[in-house]
Nanobody, 116 residues
Framework: VQLVESGGGLVQPGGSLRLSCAAS????????MSWVRQAPGKGLEWVSD????????SYADSVKGRFTISRDNAKNTLYLQMNSLKPEDTALYYC??????????WGQGTQVTVSS
């Protein structure tokens, strides 16, 4: 199993970024996927998850209305579109296989920094 995140970077407040997570080594289309983040000096915070077909999504209150999770099962890729970014969104963002207590594999993370 391999999960490789990309798309992070430095962005000004109010800006946008799209994160990607390329998955391999398992049947991507069969499983829920999640995004989790860790801000400097803080614990892990669940951000969003999506069911195997992409038809059902969930979001943390802190990102609802600003972030959109999606997936392309033909490309084995998970996405997180992040709009209206705030300094408090600064974190290392991880994609994970599974959702809730069933998350079992994680990527190495991609850094998102929101600063002027």
């Amino acid at each position: 199993v391999q999960l490789v995140e990309s798309g992070g970077g430095l962005v000004q407040p109010g800006g946008s970024l799209r994160l990607s997570c390329a998955a391999s080594g398992f049947t991507f289309s069969s499983l829920y996927m999640s995004w989790v983040r860790q801000a400097p000096g803080k614990g892990l915070e669940w951000v969003s998850d999506i069911n195997n077909s992409g038809g059902s999504t969930s979001y943390a209150d802190s990102v609802k209305g600003r972030f959109t999770i999606s997936r392309d099962n033909a490309k084995n890729t998970l996405y997180l579109q992040m709009n209206s970014l705030k300094p408090e969104d600064t974190a290392l963002y991880y994609c994970a296989r599974g959702a809730g207590s069933t998350k079992d594999y994680w990527g190495q993370g991609t850094q998102v920094t929101v600063s002027s």
